[in-house]
Nanobody, 115 residues
Framework: QVQLVESGGGLVQAGGSLRLSCTAS????????LRWYRQAPGKQRDLVAT???????VYADSVKGRFTISRDNGKNTVYLQMNNMKPEDTAVYYC?????????WGQGTQVTVSS
């Protein structure tokens, strides 16, 4: 059974930092493209950052220069380092693992940025 478990969310002041982690089990982690999404109340779920199997990364314009996605295949974990955070970063953050027709989601972790 595949599981993705996020951690590291919480409350932070504007300008502060958080690091999210997502640890996977039940899959061959190194084969998967990994993504972080976020969903604010009343809004659609948006793609934040992607890291592929070769560790190439892509970011949404709204987080470029502030967020960094990374992966540790030895620990089956993907990270999202979030710096210089803004109130508009407030959302539930979800990790996603994708490989061909296999697509898995974590349960989400709440991130709240106060002004």
């Amino acid at each position: 059974q595949v599981q993705l478990v996020e951690s590291g969310g919480g409350l932070v002041q504007a300008g502060g930092s958080l690091r999210l982690s997502c640890t996977a089990s039940g899959l061959i982690f190194s084969l998967y493209t990994l993504r972080w999404y976020r969903q604010a109340p009343g809004k659609q779920r948006d793609l934040v950052a992607t890291i592929n199997t070769g560790s190439s990364t892509v970011y949404a314009d709204s987080v470029k220069g502030r967020f960094t996605i990374s992966r540790d295949n030895g620990k089956n974990t993907v990270y999202l380092q979030m710096n210089n955070m803004k109130p508009e970063d407030t959302a539930v953050y979800y990790c996603n693992a994708f490989y061909y027709n296999s697509n898995y989601w974590g349960q989400g972790t709440q991130v709240t940025v106060s002004s």
